[in-house]
C-alpha cells in the first residue's frame, strides 16, 4: 500500500540469485491480481526495477508523461530513508527501528543502515503486500535481529500486540516508527493523524517518529491531478496532502531541526544533495 518508498533502483535489484523471489520472467504470482496497478510495483518500475506487470507499467507512464522528475523524486525520498536511519542511530543512538510499509527490499534497507552502526540493531518490517511479503520471509531467514510482519498499517493493535513484533522490540526503551511514504495512502486526515498517535502513545521517551509524504502544496495542478487518479485506479488511491495538513499528522511530537521540509534538505549529505532537488516529498521526524 505505499508507493514513495518502494524500490529497487538498476542495478541493485535483488530479485535474481539472492534468495528474493523473482517476476522477472512475467509469471504471475497466485493470489494477486496483477490487471490493477499495486503502488509497491509502480515505484518498482519508476526505479528500473523488475518486480512489476503490464498494469504497473502503464499506470507509471500515464504518471510519468506528466511529472518526468518522478524517478527523482523517489531517489530522493529512499535517499532520505538512509539518512534519517543512520542520523537516528549515530546521533540519539538509537538501536530499535519499525519500518511500516516497508516495500520491495533493495541495497540500504532499514537494517543494512542501523546495523552497520550496530550490528545488534533490531528492525521490525511492516506491510501487507504479497510480493513485498515473499521478499519479508526471505529476509526474515537471514538476520536474527531483523523480522517481517504481515499487518495493515490501519490495524495498529494488531501491529503493536504481534509477536513478531515484540519478539524484537522493547517498547521501553526508544524506538523510532517509520511512516515513510505510506500516510499518503490513508487519505483522512483524522485516521492518518491516529494513526500516528496510536504508535506514538506506544514509545518510550527519546522515541523517534520519522514521516515522509508527497505533498500537493506549490505543485502543478495538472500534475497532481493526474497523479492522484492514476492511484486511484490502483490498489491503494493517494492523497496529496497540503503543507499545514502534513503538519498536522505528527500531533504533540516536538519537530527536530531542521523541522518539515523537503526531503533533500533534511540533514542533507555532505555532496550536496539538495542541488536540483524537488519539493514533491515533504519530510520531518518528531520526537517524544
Same mark, same amino acid.
Given at each position: 500500500m505505499i508507493v514513495w518508498h518502494y524500490d529497487a533502483p538498476v542495478g541493485e535489484n535483488m530479485a535474481s540469485g539472492d534468495g528474493w523471489p523473482d517476476l522477472s520472467d512475467g509469471r504471475e504470482p497466485r493470489g494477486i491480481d496483477v490487471?490493477?496497478?499495486?503502488?509497491?510495483?509502480?515505484y518498482n518500475y519508476y526505479l528500473g526495477g523488475k518486480d512489476n506487470f503490464a498494469a504497473d507499467r502503464v499506470a507509471?507512464?500515464?504518471? %510519468? =508523461? @506528466?511529472?518526468?522528475?518522478? !524517478? *527523482?523524486?523517489?531517489?530522493?525520498?529512499?535517499?532520505?530513508?538512509?539518512?534519517?536511519?543512520?542520523? %537516528? =542511530? @549515530?546521533?540519539?543512538g538509537i !538501536? *530499535?527501528?519499525?519500518?511500516?510499509?516497508?516495500?520491495?527490499?533493495?541495497?540500504?534497507n532499514v537494517h543494512e543502515v542501523a546495523q552497520e552502526v550496530d550490528p545488534d540493531a533490531r528492525v521490525v518490517y511492516v506491510d501487507n503486500d504479497p510480493i513485498v511479503q515473499a521478499h519479508g520471509e526471505a529476509l526474515l531467514?537471514?538476520?536474527?535481529?531483523?523480522?517481517?510482519?504481515?499487518?495493515?498499517?490501519?490495524?495498529?493493535?494488531?501491529?503493536?500486540?504481534h509477536p513478531g513484533l515484540n519478539g524484537l522490540i522493547d517498547f521501553s526503551r526508544p524506538v523510532a516508527v517509520l511512516f515513510v511514504s505510506v500516510l499518503q495512502f490513508v487519505p483522512d486526515d483524522e485516521e492518518a493523524a491516529g494513526l500516528v498517535r496510536n504508535f506514538r502513545n506506544a514509545l518510550a521517551p527519546g522515541s523517534h517518529v520519522v514521516i515522509s509524504t508527497i505533498?500537493?502544496?506549490?505543485?502543478?495542478?495538472?500534475?497532481?491531478?493526474?497523479?492522484?487518479?492514476?492511484?486511484?485506479?490502483?490498489?491503494?488511491?493517494?492523497?496529496?496532502?497540503?503543507?499545514?495538513?502534513?503538519?498536522?499528522?505528527?500531533?504533540?511530537?516536538?519537530?527536530?531541526?531542521?523541522?518539515?521540509?523537503?526531503?533533500?534538505?533534511?540533514?542533507?549529505?555532505v555532496n550536496g544533495e539538495t542541488a536540483g532537488g524537488t519539493s514533491w516529498v515533504l519530510a520531518g521526524v518528531g520526537r517524544v
Open positions: 490487471s490493477i496497478p499495486s503502488p509497491a510495483r509502480l507509471a507512464e500515464a504518471i %510519468l =508523461a @506528466v511529472m518526468p522528475e518522478g !524517478r *527523482q523524486v523517489a531517489r530522493e525520498n529512499r535517499a532520505f530513508l538512509r539518512r534519517v536511519v543512520r542520523h %537516528l =542511530a @549515530v546521533e540519539t !538501536r *530499535q527501528f519499525v519500518d511500516l510499509g516497508t516495500g520491495l527490499p533493495t541495497q540500504g531467514a537471514r538476520n536474527g535481529n531483523t523480522t517481517f510482519v504481515e499487518a495493515d498499517l490501519r490495524r495498529p493493535e494488531a501491529i503493536l500486540s505533498t500537493g502544496s506549490g505543485q502543478d495542478e495538472e500534475k497532481v491531478e493526474t497523479i492522484t487518479e492514476a492511484y486511484r485506479n490502483s490498489t491503494a488511491p493517494a492523497v496529496l496532502r497540503t503543507r499545514p495538513r502534513i503538519e498536522r499528522l505528527f500531533g504533540d511530537l516536538d519537530l527536530v531541526a531542521p523541522g518539515l521540509v523537503p526531503a533533500p534538505e533534511w540533514h542533507p549529505d
